[in-house]
């Protein structure tokens, strides 16, 4: 396993700065958000992907993930909600294929950068429509999506969070299922697991292969609040274990958002003791 760290935790300061900032903490790669203030994929240009290949180049960080999970450019404004939406399961056509187009725009830059996975949500249940209608809607953008990813050779990982439409393991794992496309896996966020009270055994064996990239933080209580890895109630050394007996050998990323104005404290406190954890 590699460790990462999300450059969303960086909104104060520009992505490429932020690059440079991960890499001198010691971090081997980095999560790039396609959102403002960074890629955001509506309005990002050749020119800034050429920019941050060199950073990467210059720093040896690889690209460990495409965050696009979020559309907080789609409104222009800072207010951060609603954050996931449009979704690609929005009512709305006109929405929901803007969430698809921009969705294969995040695959172009995925490419370009060399990134190996897109990470999506599902987005949120809207009222007076029936989950299950939604779930129709969610599979057929993801049908497009997955099309248009495999010829980039991108995977997709979806990311469940309590509150969203796909919010557990065993939906997710239905969802893999029934589309059952070698591109469609899980964005694991483990830190949305422990808040649900899901068993790390089953959701980590269930998922298996699928894993595609793995998000941390850390958690007290049931309390959906990123914290620094060590100072909530998790059991990184279990978890870890765990994905390395089955298999899982690709990029977790400490996903801290909640520390814009200390994003460099809270990477270096959170390497200091994620690199304590026994190999």
Same mark, same amino acid.
């Given at each position: 396993?590699?460790?990462?760290?999300?450059?969303?935790?960086?909104?104060?300061?520009?992505? @490429?700065?932020?690059?440079?900032?991960?890499?001198?903490?010691?971090?081997?790669?980095?999560?790039?958000?396609?959102?403002?203030?960074?890629?955001?994929?509506?309005?990002?240009?050749?020119?800034?992907?050429?920019?941050?290949?060199? =950073?990467?180049?210059?720093?040896?960080?690889?690209?460990?993930?495409?965050?696009?999970?979020?559309?907080?450019? @789609? !409104?222009?404004?800072?207010?951060?909600?609603?954050?996931?939406?449009?979704?690609?399961?929005?009512?709305?056509?006109?929405?929901?294929?803007?969430?698809?187009?921009?969705?294969?725009?995040?695959?172009?830059?995925?490419?370009?950068?060399?990134?190996?996975?897109?990470?999506?949500?599902?987005?949120?249940?809207?009222?007076?429509?029936?989950?299950?209608?939604?779930?129709?809607?969610?599979?057929?953008?993801?049908?497009?999506?997955?099309? !248009?990813?495999?010829?980039?050779?991108?995977?997709?990982?979806?990311?469940?969070?309590?509150?969203?439409?796909?919010?557990?393991?065993?939906?997710?794992?239905?969802?893999?299922?029934?589309?059952?496309?070698?591109?469609?896996?899980?964005?694991?966020?483990?830190?949305?697991?422990?808040?649900?009270?899901?068993?790390?055994?089953? =959701?980590?064996?269930?998922?298996?292969?699928?894993? @595609?990239?793995?998000?941390?933080?850390?958690?007290?209580?049931?309390?959906?609040?990123?914290?620094?890895?060590?100072?909530?109630?998790?059991?990184?050394?279990?978890?870890?274990?765990?994905?390395?007996?089955?298999?899982?050998?690709? @990029? =977790?990323?400490?996903?801290?958002?909640?520390?814009?104005?200390?994003?460099?404290?809270?990477?270096?406190?959170?390497?200091?003791?994620?690199?304590?954890?026994?190999?």
């Amino acid at each position: 396993m590699r460790l990462s760290f999300s450059a969303n935790a960086f909104v104060k300061r520009p992505v @490429f700065e932020a690059v440079e900032r991960i890499a001198a903490v010691g971090y081997d790669s980095v999560e790039l958000l396609a959102d403002v203030p960074h890629l955001y994929a509506d309005s990002v240009s050749d020119a800034d992907l050429e920019k941050m290949r060199a =950073v990467l180049n210059k720093t040896g960080l690889k690209v460990a993930n495409i965050n696009a999970n979020t559309a907080v450019g @789609f !409104y222009g404004r800072t207010f951060w909600e609603p954050l996931f939406e449009p979704s690609l399961a929005h009512p709305d056509p006109d929405l929901r294929q803007w969430r698809i187009e921009y969705s294969k725009k995040c695959v172009d830059i995925a490419a370009s950068l060399g990134a190996p996975t897109v990470s999506v949500t599902s987005g949120r249940p809207i009222a007076g429509i029936l989950p299950e209608e939604s779930m129709t809607l969610l599979r057929c953008s993801l049908r497009e999506v997955l099309k !248009y990813a495999a010829e980039k050779s991108v995977r997709i990982g979806i990311e469940y969070e309590p509150g969203l439409l796909i919010e557990r393991s065993e939906e997710l794992v239905e969802l893999i299922s029934v589309i059952d496309s070698p591109w469609l896996g899980a964005n694991l966020d483990l830190g949305h697991s422990h808040v649900l009270g899901e068993d790390p055994e089953t =959701v980590i064996s269930g998922l298996g292969p699928r894993i @595609f990239h793995v998000h941390i933080e850390d958690i007290k209580g049931v309390k959906h609040y990123h914290l620094i890895p060590g100072t909530g109630d998790m059991d990184f050394p279990k978890l870890f274990a765990l994905l390395k007996r089955h298999g899982y050998d690709g @990029f =977790v990323t400490v996903e801290l958002y909640t520390y814009p104005d200390r994003p460099e404290q809270a990477a270096t406190e959170a390497l200091e003791y994620l690199r304590n954890i026994p190999a």
